[in-house]
């Protein structure tokens, strides 16, 4: 295989770290590689070409939750060059850069051209060298060291995810830079191997592996949860979340369903947005909101003024058990007697006989065009009517002309604004303005119970 990928330097100047170790890839699998050190064995090839030969195994010490496509693991072969130069070093646990100790295992702050030229440009020293905003980021996997001026440590690199590589894709689709969910201070580790002079290094760094469902972790620190195959350029898939299907952005609140059967967590964005939907359907542009118990004494006051029906109080005991509907044209009069309810819908003769005439013409003409079409199946019309509105059958609603045109806008804007509101002792709440100009009665601002946008349950 390849060698590992460096990252970009400029050419060594007095003031950036010289490195005379480069990283190679191997494929334990190459049957040619093979082949070469049975070769070597036979012919009784030294040592030192032995220990140029040897590959080494890099046990990853990252493990996403999300999986890779290609290799089930981050674990690494490959060699150093030069090999004897390397092994011939003494291996060390720790360093010590400017007063801080530095260990195997841990993570740092490494500099580059970008923050070098930041500090030249600042009239600051260059040595020792300060953690700048551009500085790479790195976890120690080996330190070794020729003597004091001579230090180097193996890194597995971390990536700002601006930095991911063209050609960087996850299992469906490939994936460049920055994603919407990547959060501020969100890391993507890496198996991209290098080794690096110590004295470029410019701080202890502090980062956590984040598990989405324990956001404690990444407080006032940098943290991973995607990793990057430097081999196949794979990024780990990573947990998707709400009924939109994306992943968790860490720097956004996130609201989960508390019922036992969805347990879903939800963006706060997405459940603001089903929320002005739904409030702009129910009052659209002209109509106010009136408060839950305004409602009830409306339907209440429509109760009291219907009849009463024979199971209530008050009604007629002696109420017949049917009642006759007829259907009319004209708009005849509802009558309701003292003792009993007389619903009669009346027609007057000629109209009653026209109706007759016409619904015997209907189906005697429908029973002749079956009699044509197919003899030994004739047309039983039903003597309920149902009533027509003219002469097209239903279909689906169209769209309205900006989503016809691909216009996702939203309506609500500017009508409507809403907030989401947690508190620690009760359940979060969804806070609503209403902007419209001219709207007679009604709240302007009023809360509703959020609900969750998978199950429609309400999050308590």
Not at 123 to 133: A, G, M, Q, T, V
Not at 405 to 415: A, F, Q, T, Y
């Amino acid at each position: 295989m390849a060698s590992a990928r460096k990252r970009p330097r400029a050419e060594t100047e007095d003031n950036r770290a010289e490195c005379p170790f480069v990283i190679k890839l191997v494929d334990p699998k190459d049957k040619e590689q093979k082949k070469k050190a049975k070769r070597r064995r036979f012919e009784g090839a030294g040592d030192d070409d032995d220990t140029s030969q040897r590959i080494n195994l890099q046990m990853s010490p990252f493990s996403p939750s999300g999986k890779l496509k290609t290799y089930e693991t981050m674990d690494l072969h490959y060699q150093v060059e030069p090999a004897k130069k390397w092994t011939d070093m003494t291996r060390y646990n720790s360093f010590v850069l400017n007063g801080v100790k530095y260990f195997s295992e841990g993570f740092i702050y490494v500099a580059n051209d970008s923050s070098i030229e930041r500090q030249k440009s600042s009239h600051e020293p260059i040595h020792p060298r300060k953690k700048s905003d551009d500085d790479w980021v790195a976890r120690i996997l080996e330190i070794r060291a020729s003597d004091e001026h001579h230090v180097y440590a193996r890194v597995y690199w971390m990536y700002w995810p601006d930095e991911l590589p063209q050609g960087t894709h996850d299992v469906k689709k490939s994936v460049s830079g920055r994603q919407p969910y990547h959060g501020i201070n969100e890391l993507i580790a890496s198996n991209h191997m290098d080794i690096i002079n110590v004295v470029s290094v410019t701080s202890p760094a502090v980062v956590k592996q984040w598990y989405e469902e324990n956001d404690d972790e990444i407080q006032n620190a940098l943290y991973w949860r995607q990793a990057f195959d430097v081999r196949t350029y794979e990024l780990s898939t990573v947990e998707l979340v709400c009924s939109c299907n994306t992943p968790a952005h860490p720097d956004k609140l996130l609201v989960g369903c508390t019922s036992e059967l969805c347990k879903k967590w939800m963006h706060e964005d997405c459940i603001k947005e089903q929320a002005l939907r739904d409030t702009y359907q129910r009052l659209g542009t002209d109509k106010p909101h009136l408060p839950p118990e305004s409602v009830k004494d409306e339907k209440d006051g429509d109760e009291a003024k219907r009849p009463l029906s024979p199971t209530e109080t008050g009604a007629g005991v002696s109420a017949q058990h049917s009642i006759d509907v007829k259907a009319h044209d004209g708009s005849d009069a509802v009558h309701v007697g003292n003792d009993n309810v007389d619903v009669k819908q009346s027609e007057d003769e000629d109209a009653a006989a026209a109706r007759e005439d016409s619904l015997a013409a209907a189906s005697v003409g429908a029973r002749a065009t079956s009699e044509k079409d197919d003899q030994d199946t004739p047309i039983k019309m039903s003597s309920k009517l149902l009533p027509i509105v003219g002469n097209k059958k239903p279909g689906r609603p169209r769209k309205r002309a900006s989503e016809a045109n691909g216009d996702s806008s939203k309506p609500w804007e500017g009508l409507f604004e809403v907030a989401l509101k947690t508190v620690d002792a009760g359940p979060p709440l969804l806070e609503f303005k209403d902007l419209r100009e001219g709207i007679v009665g009604g709240e302007k601002i009023w809360t509703e119970p959020v609900r969750c946008l998978v199950c429609r349950s309400q999050v308590n």
